[in-house]
C-alpha cells in the first residue's frame, strides 16, 4: 500500500505535550488519529492497529503485503517482519499503522525515529477507505497483532528512549510533575485534587511512609521467582490493579480504551467507573480481552442499577465492585476555586440515552442526574439486594473499619477494598501535632477520638485479622510506589489498586504512559522483593515491614497476627528487676462483675470488704446521678413537660460520665500544661492567668518545643516539677479549673498534697487517681479504697512511668523519682508500714500490667483508665480484654518521639 497525501509534522517543533496534541488534532479531528501523538517516544503507538510496516533501510517489508498473501499465515510473517526488531542495535527507521478502531475508518500513520530512537517526526494520512488493505478489514487487531506489537514496542521502548528522557521520567512522582506541566489546570486539579483540606491525602502517603521494610538475606532466590498472583479464582500477572476513576478522557482522548489496554498488556484487572466516558459496551468492544471489572453505586433509582449490572455482565465484566463509602460526593476545595467545565465530547457515557449519538454536550447534566442519584439512605440490605441479582463476584469498596468488614463477609461479599478513595470522600483533620501515629493500633476499638480516614493502611492488618480468611482484601489509596505496593501485601493485601498514578500516564502518554507507569511500579515492586528477599509475592510477609517506631523500640509481646516474629532488640532490654515471689490469688466473681474469671498475679491481696463496698460506690454514684438529671431537667422544644430522667443503663461498672474528651493530667506535676488534652489551650489559659508558676512552666514547655535536648528538658522539667510539687495552692487552683470546665483532671498519687486536702463542698469537682503499677497489691488497695472514700471518678493506672528505663537520658531523674514516690499520699503508708521511704516502690512492667487491670477491675467498681505509651499500644487489647473502661494513648516523654514531646494524650477508647 502507498498511502497519499502524506503530512509530515516535526515534533521537534513542538515543546509541550499540549501544543503537539493541539497540532495534531487540528490536523485530524475527525480522524480518530493512532495512538498517543504527544509523546517523544517510539513506544508511541496504538495497538489496535490492524497491520504494521516495519521499515529498516537494509529490508523493507510490510505486513501489508503479506497479508495478500495466503500462503503465509500473518502471523508468521510478522514474526518474521519483526524478528529482527528484537535484535540487540535494530533501530526502525519507521513504523506505519493501520488504526482499525472500526471497520470504515483508517488512518495510517508513520513515526520517524532518529539514530537514538528517539521520535522524530509523524507522518498523519487522512482517511482513504479505499486505501484500506483488503485483508485488514478481517483482521481482528489483537488477534494477529497483539503479542508481537507488545513484544516490540515493550522491548522497544526502554531502548527508545533518549538517557536524557529516561531519567526525566523515572517514577510516579515524575509523571505526575510532567502532568502539572503540561496539561490543563482544571484537569490536573481533577486528578489529583481531595476532599476539603486535601489532609488525608498528606496521610496516606505518610502512613506509607512511616511503614519500613525489614529485608531478609540469603534466601536463595535462584529459583522461580513471580509477581502473579491469584484473586477471586483468576489470575494476574501483577498484584495490582488499577483503579475506577471516573471521566478519564479529560485526561486523554482515549481515556479507559488506553487504561484498559495498558491493563491487559501487563495481565491485570481493570475497573471500569460506573461514571466513565467510555460506555460499557464501547470498552468491552475496543478491549475484549482486558480483565475488566465494573464499579457501580447502588443508585436510589434501582432499575437503573439493575440496568447497569445487566449491561456488564452482557459485556464480559469478571467482577462487580460497589462503592459504599460515597453516599454524597466529597467537597473539593479545588475544583470549587478552579471549576471543572466537562467538554463537549466527554461525559458519563454509561448514561447517555440509548441512539444518541454521544456528541451532544449533556455532560454536565448527565453528571448532576448521576450524582442526585447517589444515596445517603443505603444500609447493608442493599448489598444484599445487589447479590441477590448477580451472579458475578461482588467486591465491597471503601471499607475502614473492622466491623463493617466483619458485616460484609457475613454477608458473603467476594471482597473488599480497604480505601479512603485516595482521600477524595472524607477530610478528616488530624487533633493535634501528630498524625498517623495514632493508628497504630490493629485490634484497637477506634470509638471516639480516631476517626481519622487516612490510616487504612494501618487498619488493613486489623481487617485483614477480621476477615482475611473468609474473603479478598484488597487495598487501594496513596500507592504511588513498588515499596508501597510491597508494604501493602506485607500487610496482608491481596492485591492494591492505583487510582492517581495511572492518571498521570494517561495525562502524559496515553495508553503509553499508563504502561510505564506500570512498568515502574512493576520494576520497584520486583526490586523490593528481591532485595527483601522475596521469591513470590506469597514470600511477602508481615516480617518484611514495621513501623519506624519499632525501630527505635520493640516491645517485647508484639502482637496482632501480622506481627508474629519481631523480637526485642537487646538495646532496649528491660532493666533487671529484683525477682519477687508472686502469689496467685483468684478473686472471687462479684454478682455484678461479670468479667471472666482468671488468675491474678498481684501479691499480697485479699478481697474481704470488695463485694459490699463496690456495691455502697455503685449505687451512691448512681443516685448522685439522677440527683443531677433531675436538677438539670431537659424539656423538649414548645413543651413545658419535663422528659422524666433515664435510668442509668446497666453500667457494669460505674461509667466515666465525660462530658468532654478532655481533662488535665496529672496535676500538680509539670504536666499539667502541657499534657492538657488537645483544644484545652483555654484551660491553659486560665491557668496562666492565674498562677505565676505556671505561667513559668508554660514558657519552659515553650523552649522545649523549641528544641531544647531531651536531656536538658527533662532536667528543668523536673526541677520545674519539684517546684511545682512544693506549691500545694497549684492544686487548687487546678480544681477550681476543673470544675469551671467541668472537666475531670487527674491527681496523681505522687501529688503534693494528699488526696484527702480537697476541699469540695458541692462535690462538683471531678477528680481521677492516678496510680501507678504498683507491685504490691496493698498499697494498690490502700490507695483504691481512700480514693473511693474522696469520691474519686475513676482510676487512672498509669504506664509510661514504668517506661522510664528505656530512655537512659531520664536515668537523671532517679532520685527525684524516688522522692516524687515519698508524697503526701504515700505518708499512709509508710506509717502502715507498707511501704518504706527509702526504697522505691517495685512497678509492675508493661506487659503485665493487664493482669493487673483485672485485678483492680475486681477490687474496685470505679472506671480504671489506662494510660499506655505509644511504644506499648500493642497491649491495648489486653487492657480492654481486662476490663479497662478507657484506654489513654500517651505520647510523652517516655516515648522515643522528639516530635512528639509536646505530650499529646489522646482516649482512644472508652467501653461501653
Ligand atoms: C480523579 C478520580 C476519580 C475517581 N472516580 C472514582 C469513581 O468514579 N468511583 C470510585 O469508586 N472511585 C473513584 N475514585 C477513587 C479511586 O477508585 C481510588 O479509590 C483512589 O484513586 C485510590 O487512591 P490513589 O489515587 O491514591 O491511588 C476516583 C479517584 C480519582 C483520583
Avoid at 480522524?31 to 533501510?57: K, Q, T, Y
Avoid at 504536666?671 to 505565676?692: E, K
Wanted: net charge positive; aromatic share 6%.
Amino acid at each position: 500500500m502507498l498511502p497519499v497525501a502524506w503530512q509530515k509534522i516535526n515534533l521537534a517543533k513542538y515543546t509541550s505535550n499540549q501544543s503537539r496534541r493541539r497540532t495534531i488534532a487540528a490536523l485530524g479531528p475527525s480522524l480518530g488519529l493512532v495512538g498517543e501523538l504527544s509523546s517523544s517516544r517510539m513506544s508511541n503507538v496504538d495497538p489496535d492497529c490492524a497491520g504494521i510496516m516495519v521499515n529498516d533501510h537494509a529490508k523493507q517489508r510490510t505486513a501489508v503485503d503479506t497479508v495478500d498473501d495466503s500462503s503465509k499465515s500473518l502471523d508468521s510473517v510478522m514474526e518474521e517482519s519483526l524478528g529482527s526488531c528484537n535484535g540487540d542495535g535494530y533501530k526502525p527507521h519507521s513504523i506505519k499503522m493501520w488504526y482499525a478502531d472500526s471497520i470504515v475508518r483508517y488512518v495510517t500513520s508513520t513515526y520517524h525515529h532518529d539514530r537514538s530512537g528517539a521520535l522524530e517526526s509523524v507522518s498523519v494520512v487522512p482517511t482513504r477507505e479505499q486505501q484500506a488493505p483488503a485483508g485488514a478489514q478481517t483482521v481482528d487487531p489483537w488477534s494477529v497483532t497483539g503479542m508481537l506489537l507488545e513484544q516490540l514496542f515493550r522491548t522497544k521502548r526502554s531502548s527508545g528512549l533518549g538517557e536524557a528522557q529516561r531519567c526525566e521520567l523515572a517514577c510516579v512522582a515524575d509523571y505526575e510533575r510532567r502532568m502539572v506541566e503540561t496539561v490543563d489546570r482544571p484537569i490536573v486539579d481533577y486528578c489529583r485534587g481531595g476532599a476539603a483540606s486535601e489532609r488525608t491525602i498528606a496521610h496516606n502517603r505518610s502512613a506509607f511512609e512511616r511503614l519500613r521494610i525489614r529485608p531478609r538475606c540469603l534466601q536463595r532466590l535462584g529459583g522461580s521467582r513471580s509477581l502473579a498472583i491469584t484473586c477471586l479464582d483468576i489470575g494476574y500477572k501483577l498484584p495490582i490493579g488499577i483503579a475506577p476513576v471516573a471521566l478519564q478522557r479529560l485526561a486523554h482522548p482515549e481515556g479507559e480504551k488506553a487504561m484498559a489496554r495498558a491493563a491487559r498488556t501487563f495481565g491485570i484487572p481493570f475497573v471500569l467507573s460506573v461514571l466513565s466516558s467510555v460506555s460499557i459496551e464501547e470498552l468491552a468492544e475496543a478491549v475484549p480481552r482486558a480483565p475488566k471489572w465494573f464499579q457501580l453505586y447502588i443508585f436510589k433509582d434501582r432499575e437503573l442499577t439493575e440496568c447497569l449490572v445487566r449491561r456488564a455482565e452482557k459485556a464480559r465484566f469478571r467482577a462487580l465492585v460497589v462503592t459504599v463509602d460515597c453516599p454524597a460526593p466529597g467537597l473539593s476545595r479545588t475544583e470549587r476555586r478552579n471549576p471543572l467545565t466537562l467538554p463537549p465530547k466527554v461525559t458519563c457515557a454509561n448514561f447517555v440515552p440509548a441512539g444518541a449519538d454521544g456528541k451532544k454536550s449533556c455532560s454536565a447534566s448527565v453528571l448532576d442526574y448521576v450524582r442526585s442519584q447517589l444515596d445517603p439512605g443505603l444500609g447493608w440490605d442493599a448489598i444484599r439486594w445487589l447479590m441477590s441479582i448477580t451472579t458475578l463476584p461482588v467486591i465491597v469498596k471503601g471499607i475502614l473499619h473492622r466491623n463493617d468488614a466483619l458485616i460484609a463477609a457475613d454477608i458473603g461479599v467476594h471482597g473488599l477494598i480497604v480505601s479512603n478513595s485516595g482521600g477524595r470522600q472524607i477530610d478528616c483533620a488530624p487533633a493535634a501535632v501528630s498524625n498517623s501515629v495514632y493508628g497504630l493500633l490493629p485490634g484497637v476499638p477506634t470509638k471516639l477520638f480516631l476517626c481519622k480516614t487516612h490510616l487504612q493502611i494501618e487498619i488493613l492488618p486489623e481487617i485483614v485479622h477480621a476477615v482475611g480468611h473468609r474473603l479478598e482484601v484488597m487495598l487501594d489509596s496513596g500507592i504511588c510506589e513498588g515499596t508501597d505496593v510491597f508494604k501493602a501485601l506485607a500487610l496482608g493485601a491481596r492485591l492494591v489498586f492505583v487510582g492517581r498514578a495511572p492518571m498521570y500516564g494517561l495525562a502524559v502518554n496515553g495508553q503509553r504512559g499508563v504502561e510505564e507507569v506500570l512498568d515502574i511500579l512493576k520494576m520497584e515492586l520486583e526490586s523490593t522483593m528481591l532485595n527483601a528477599g522475596c521469591a513470590t509475592v506469597a514470600d511477602v510477609t508481615p516480617q518484611h515491614v514495621c513501623h519506624e517506631v519499632q525501630l527505635y523500640y520493640q516491645p517485647e509481646r508484639l502482637r496482632g497476627n501480622w506481627r508474629t516474629e519481631s523480637g526485642r532488640s537487646d538495646r532496649y532490654r528491660t532493666r533487671e528487676r529484683p525477682t519477687r515471689e508472686m502469689e496467685s490469688i483468684r478473686a472471687e466473681e462479684s454478682a455484678d462483675n461479670d468479667v471472666d474469671s482468671e488468675e491474678v498475679f498481684v501479691r499480697g491481696e485479699t478481697t474481704g470488704e470488695r463485694v459490699t463496698f463496690q456495691q455502697r460506690s455503685v449505687d451512691e454514684i448512681r443516685s448522685e446521678a439522677r440527683v443531677a438529671a433531675a436538677h438539670s431537667e431537659v424539656r423538649p422544644c414548645g413543651s413545658s413537660t419535663p422528659i422524666p430522667p433515664q435510668p442509668p443503663p446497666p453500667y457494669r461498672n460505674v461509667p466515666l460520665l465525660l462530658s468532654e474528651p478532655r481533662g488535665i493530667y496529672r496535676s500538680n506535676t509539670s504536666n499539667i500544661v502541657g499534657r492538657c488534652n488537645a483544644n484545652a489551650s483555654a484551660n491553659t489559659c486560665q491557668l496562666t492567668d492565674s498562677m505565676g508558676n505556671v505561667r513559668s512552666a508554660r514558657t519552659v514547655i515553650s523552649r522545649k518545643q523549641e528544641g531544647l535536648k531531651r536531656r536538658t528538658r527533662s532536667h528543668s522539667m523536673q526541677n520545674l516539677c519539684t517546684t511545682l510539687q512544693r506549691h500545694s495552692a497549684v492544686y487548687h487552683i487546678i480544681a477550681d479549673v476543673a470544675k469551671q470546665y467541668r472537666i475531670p483532671y487527674v491527681h496523681t498519687s505522687r501529688s503534693s498534697v494528699a488526696m484527702e486536702t480537697l476541699i469540695d463542698p458541692d462535690r462538683s469537682v471531678v477528680r481521677w487517681l492516678e496510680l501507678f503499677p504498683f507491685e504490691d497489691a496493698r498499697i494498690l488497695r490502700s490507695l483504691v479504697r481512700r480514693a473511693e472514700k474522696c469520691r474519686f471518678r475513676a482510676i487512672v493506672l498509669t504506664l509510661d512511668e514504668n517506661a522510664q528505663h528505656i530512655n537512659t537520658s531520664l536515668e537523671d531523674s532517679q532520685p527525684a523519682r524516688k522522692e516524687s514516690f515519698s508524697q503526701p499520699d504515700f505518708q499512709v503508708l509508710f506509717q502502715r508500714g507498707l511501704l518504706h521511704p527509702d526504697t522505691e516502690p517495685s512497678l509492675v512492667e508493661a506487659e503485665r500490667a493487664p493482669q493487673l487491670v483485672s485485678f483492680l477491675r475486681k477490687l474496685t467498681s470505679l472506671p480504671i483508665v489506662v494510660t499506655i505509651p505509644m511504644h506499648h499500644r500493642d497491649l491495648t487489647d489486653d487492657f480492654i480484654r481486662a476490663g479497662a473502661t478507657a484506654i489513654i494513648l500517651n505520647i510523652g516523654p517516655y516515648t522515643p518521639f522528639e516530635e512528639f514531646y509536646t505530650s499529646v494524650i489522646h482516649i482512644v477508647h472508652i467501653g461501653k
